[in-house]
């Protein structure tokens, strides 16, 4: 039963980069897991059983993974065949950083030194960027 109750607070939580913080919500769920550590292991498993996700019309999240402090999410642009292809002037990185850092996530980020990395990739799976979100990203983001 504890670990449905888990699994459904990480969910809840972590799938949505743009659900409002709820400070005491995310110290049950860390002291649940046992560590900020397990809690994104977890939530990186859990959210691994919901792939392949349409992030949007373009674009699809393939994997999610942790490793201590770093919740790696990788994503496939659907409509990109090779990185060469890829426009880069059309990324929107800061209105991502900011709705990362004004999430729940972004509590882990910035009170947890939790890191969130976005690896990017064409459709021939070469990485088009990364971009990673740390508690500096996130000031320099919310300072703007």
Do not use: W
Request: aromatic residues 4%; hydrophobic residues 45%.
């Amino acid at each position: 039963m504890r670990s449905l109750v888990t699994a459904t607070l990480l969910l809840s939580f972590l799938a949505s980069a743009h659900a409002q913080s709820d400070t005491e919500k995310l110290q049950i769920a860390i002291a649940a897991a046992g560590s900020v550590e397990k809690l994104l292991a977890k939530s990186a498993q859990d959210l691994s059983a919901t792939l392949p996700r349409a992030l949007g019309p373009n674009l699809e999240l393939r994997s999610v993974s942790a490793s201590g402090l770093t919740l790696k999410n990788v994503a496939v642009f659907t409509n990109v065949p090779e990185s060469r292809n890829f426009d880069q002037s059309q990324l929107r990185l800061l209105a991502g950083t900011v709705a990362v850092c004004g999430s729940t996530l972004g509590q882990l980020i910035q009170k947890h030194n939790a890191v969130v990395e976005y690896e990017y990739r064409a459709r021939s799976e070469e990485v088009v960027f990364r971009q990673i979100i740390n508690s500096e990203a996130c000031k320099s983001a919310t300072n703007r």
